[in-house]
Every structure is written in C-alpha cells, then in structure tokens.
C-alpha cells in the first residue's frame, strides 16, 4: 500500500500554490508516495466558516497521513511558517515519520543577525528586544531540528540557496527520496 | 490530583526568564494547579549536546503534562515563536488540554501591514516577497486558532496591547483560570 504523505508548508500562500502543489504530488507520485497537499480540499473560500474548515480538513488529512514533509524555508522572518510548524509537531506526535527541509541554508543566529541589531551579553547573543537569539548552529528552533532528528530523518538542506526559495523542489525531493526508502524498508 | 500544565513561550529567552518562570509557577499554585517551566530542568548548557538534552528533556516535561499554556505573543517578526508553536501541535494531538494567549491583540493581517509592503491584487492581501498573507481576521495563523478552538479555549487576549508585553501575566492568568476550571469539573 502507498505511503500517504502530509505535504505541509507556506507554499499555499504562493500566487501558484494550485501549480506548486501539483509538481509536489507529481514528485511523490514519482517516488511511489501519494502526495496530500492542503489546496487539494475544496473548501468554500467565501463562507463565513472557511477558515475553521481548512483547520478540519488539514487535521483529517494529518490523520490519513503516514508521513510529513515540512516546508521549514524562512517565511515572514527569520524562522519558518507557524501553520507548518504546528503541523510538525502534531504529526511528530502522532508518531508519524517527520522530515522537513528549508531553502535557506543559513544558521539560524547569522539570519537573526542579517534582519535585526545583535549584541553579545555574558556569552548569550541578544536581538534588539532583549531577547536572547538561540545559538547552536542550528537552522531554526532547536524544538523542529530534533523533532526530525528523532521522529524522522535531520533536516535537509541544499548546499547553496536557490535563487528561487519558493519553486527550487531539490531539498523537498530528497524528503521524498528518505520517505520512499522508508517504505521500502518497513 | 493537581492538573500539570506545561507552560510554553519565548519567556524562555528573556533576560530574566528564570524569574519569569517563577511568578508563571507561583499564578499556577494559586490556582491549584502545578506548572511546568521549560528552564526547571537542569541542563549542562555548555555540554556540546545541550540542545539536544534540551529538547528531550522539554518532550518528556509535555508528555507528563495534563495541558498546555503557549505565549503566542508575537516573537521577532508577526507571529508566535516557532518553539512555542511546534510544542502546541505536539500536546493537541496528545490530545492534552489546550490554552493560548498573546499578548499584541492586533489583527494578523494588521501586523504583517505594519511590518512590510501589503498589496491587494483579486481580493488578497499580498506581502513585498509575492506571499499572500492570511486575512481570516484571526491574531495569527488559523492552524493555531482553531487548535485552541477545538482542543481547549480560544485564544485568550488583553483588551489593549499592554505596556510590558513579555511581563504582563494578565492574560496568562485567564488562561490558567480557564485550566484550573477544566480540573474541577473534569
């Protein structure tokens, strides 16, 4: 039987997300995976409910999914997208098999460095709010990079940053690649 | 037996967030209820596997939790902290008691317009980077309201952005009302 995969990320909120979501599916189709991508619901955008039944149909289809693949490129900020995040640790949760990649190769401390003034204070990096910037040389929040550490494969990243973050597919297809082996191993 | 609430948020990152901690722990008692803090746990930070340690112990803490309370106040950049964030889509599909607060009352769609360039282009906001930005009228991203909805309370927030976002425990308080309520008539 086919492996159902949960095909989380902001990529929804792209002006092709329809056409990003096909390529996905396409891959993982590919791969011998089924693809399920959020868009793929038909919910009625216009009512007044429409937001509270993406939430249900996203959930069910978490629930039908025997993996994820998380979208972690940086969205609105240094880190990655909340509604993906969220999904991530639902899934890990659920003890399902958790992998992820992000476009954007760079630690996480050095991104926070690029967007906002960092100081250092007794060995502990601290952003302009006086808030201390996590510091490990990990790509994003310690919670997302050991969740797939440990309920999926590490974090998958590409060498360089794609000159397109949004439609480069390379990092999401090696996901799919791990997601594949792991079906034929189990 | 008292209710074990797992208090998350970027308190931890604060410069005095053991003393955070402390007050969050001490509205618990009050409250009947027993509140677990991230930075209770002792771990060697210097250790080259500190995060690590740092995550599993954090795992453990919401697996022995009966609830969770997210400080989804706004954390460098729009929305909620990704740590947060992930932590709350792990306890909900635990299917553990879910609470939320933020401390910024403002809209979504508001916050990201104060932030960066929004267009509207067929009815969508749109951000600088050509990403639609969610405008359900929801304080951030559906997947954590709706979370709340269906798997505790709603969001709880101030009636006005307090002046001290990341020292006012008001609407923290609220949320462990609504926990300490839930353990009374469970």
Not at 66 to 85: E, M
């Amino acid at each position: 039987m086919a492996m159902n995969v949960y095909l989380a990320g902001p990529d929804v909120f792209l002006p092709d997300a329809l056409q990003v979501g096909r390529q996905k599916t396409e891959i993982c189709r590919r791969h011998g995976l089924i693809g399920l991508y959020p868009l793929d619901n038909v919910v009625d955008r216009t009512a007044t409910e429409a937001s509270l039944q993406i939430f249900k149909v996203n959930e069910a289809m978490m629930d039908r999914a025997d993996a994820i693949i998380a979208n972690l490129t940086p969205f609105r900020g240094p880190g990655a997208d909340a509604g993906t995040v969220y999904e991530l640790g639902y899934m890990a949760a659920r003890g399902k098999f958790c992998l992820g990649y992000s476009n954007d190769p760079a630690v996480y401390a050095d991104r926070v460095r690029r967007s906002t003034k960092v100081t250092v204070r007794s060995g502990l990096l601290i952003d302009a709010d006086g808030l201390t910037v996590e510091d490990f040389g990990h790509n994003d929040n310690l919670m997302m990079i050991h969740a797939l550490d440990l309920h999926g494969a590490p974090l998958v990243l590409p060498h360089e940053k794609p000159a397109d973050i949004w439609h480069d597919l390379a990092a999401f297809e090696v996901c799919v690649a791990l997601a594949a082996a792991r079906l034929t191993s189990a």
